[in-house]
């Protein structure tokens, strides 16, 4: 059960591994693009390329989607990056469901484990696989791998190094499932008092850069949100996105969002301990470029 191609990885893992997959699970064909035409998910593109029964139901208690389930009589469901299931569902086959979440439980229990990760300057961070059970993302622990997050590294480049991991974490999942070798254990007790991240949807106001943050926390915001859905900020009477930078805490007396280039390479911006140097934007109905070449076709305001 999965949509985006972070699923894809963990269904290829499972087939390539000899697995039989008796079916798949994905969201309905969405409109999409100019022409709103409708597109299928990469799992389904998967799915049909592998020719391996598809279900894309609306809603998940939907009586005539969960006697298709059923009748696929499967063993254990394996749901990576999609919606939260009803019991009917997660406790349909006799081994329950196992899932493939991005984050080394129970920090960043949530939808956007990856993001806030990288927004909250964290050094590591990996995948687990565990049981669903009815509160989200507590279900007892199978496996964990665990991976450094390197400086830099944006949303998009840590969101592929993990797509490898929770595939291949998968494949030793089921593996040590079938072979009975493998011990659950449940997730500790928190602490009111001493709270552990967690990772929210990420909404519009969570992408607005606010400059008189500290640089390190700009950064972060920048590369946890990049590519998708990015980092903007206002300037010039539009909004720009900023998908790459680079941070230098210095003293200076500029305002915190106050701008400075040289009009060929350099375009940054004062936060209240230093500055950010943008590498790569977006202005708004533009296309996403580096600011050298960005800098060449724009007229830059006085400063």
Same mark, same amino acid.
């Given at each position: 059960? =999965?949509?985006?191609?972070?699923?894809?990885?963990?269904?290829?893992?499972? %087939?390539?591994?000899?697995?039989? *997959? *008796?079916?798949?699970?994905?969201? #309905?064909?969405?409109?999409?693009?100019?022409?709103?035409?409708?597109? #299928?998910?990469? !799992?389904?593109?998967?799915?049909?390329?592998?020719?391996?029964?598809?279900?894309?139901?609306?809603? @998940?208690?939907?009586?005539?989607?969960?006697?298709?389930?059923?009748?696929?009589?499967?063993?254990?469901?394996?749901?990576?990056?999609?919606?939260?299931?009803?019991?009917?569902?997660?406790? $349909?086959?006799? @081994?329950?469901? *196992?899932? *493939?979440?991005?984050?080394?439980?129970?920090?960043?229990?949530?939808?956007? #484990? +990856?993001?806030?990760?990288?927004?909250? =300057?964290?050094?590591?961070?990996?995948?687990?696989?565990?049981?669903?059970?009815?509160?989200?993302?507590?279900?007892?622990?199978?496996?964990?791998?665990?991976?450094?997050?390197?400086?830099? $590294?944006?949303?998009?480049?840590?969101?592929?190094?993990? $797509?490898?991991?929770? /595939?291949?974490?998968? !494949?030793?999942?089921?593996?040590?499932?079938?072979?009975?070798?493998?011990?659950?254990?449940?997730?500790?007790?928190?602490?009111?008092?001493?709270?552990?991240?967690?990772?929210?949807?990420?909404?519009?106001?969570?992408?607005?850069?606010? &400059?008189?943050?500290?640089?390190?926390?700009?950064?972060?915001? %920048?590369?946890? @949100?990049? #590519?998708?859905?990015?980092?903007?900020?206002?300037?010039?009477?539009?909004?720009?996105?900023?998908?790459?930078?680079?941070?230098?805490? !210095?003293?200076?007396?500029?305002?915190?969002?106050? &701008?400075?280039?040289?009009?060929?390479?350099?375009?940054?911006?004062?936060?209240?301990?230093?500055? +950010?140097? +943008?590498?790569?934007?977006?202005?708004?109905?533009?296309?996403? $470029?580096?600011? /050298?070449?960005?800098?060449?076709?724009?007229?830059?305001?006085?400063?």
């Amino acid at each position: 059960m =999965g949509t985006p191609g972070f699923a894809v990885a963990s269904l290829e893992a499972l %087939i390539q591994a000899g697995a039989q *997959v *008796v079916g798949v699970v994905t969201a #309905p064909d969405r409109p999409a693009g100019r022409g709103l035409s409708l597109q #299928p998910s990469e !799992v389904k593109k998967a799915a049909l390329a592998y020719g391996i029964p598809l279900l894309q139901p609306e809603k @998940l208690k939907d009586p005539t989607f969960l006697d298709a389930l059923r009748c696929w009589q499967a063993d254990i469901q394996v749901v990576v990056a999609f919606r939260m299931l009803p019991e009917a569902v997660w406790n $349909m086959p006799p @081994l329950g469901s *196992v899932n *493939v979440h991005a984050s080394l439980l129970p920090k960043y229990r949530g939808a956007a #484990p +990856i993001n806030w990760a990288l927004i909250n =300057g964290e050094t590591e961070t990996g995948v687990t696989t565990f049981r669903l059970k009815h509160e989200i993302d507590t279900g007892g622990i199978l496996l964990q791998a665990s991976t450094p997050i390197h400086p830099g $590294m944006t949303a998009g480049e840590l969101h592929d190094a993990l $797509m490898v991991i929770g /595939a291949k974490l998968i !494949v030793e999942t089921l593996q040590g499932l079938a072979a009975e070798t493998l011990v659950e254990h449940p997730q500790p007790e928190l602490d009111p008092a001493h709270p552990l991240p967690h990772a929210p949807k990420i909404h519009t106001e969570t992408c607005r850069i606010h &400059w008189n943050q500290p640089v390190e926390k700009v950064l972060n915001l %920048i590369q946890g @949100l990049s #590519p998708y859905p990015g980092a903007f900020a206002e300037w010039n009477e539009t909004t720009f996105k900023i998908f790459r930078a680079t941070g230098e805490k !210095v003293n200076h007396h500029a305002q915190p969002g106050s &701008w400075s280039s040289d009009g060929k390479t350099h375009f940054s911006f004062a936060t209240h301990d230093g500055w +950010i140097h +943008i590498i790569d934007l977006q202005i708004a109905g533009k296309k996403r $470029m580096d600011t /050298a070449s960005w800098l060449r076709g724009y007229r830059l305001p006085n400063q």
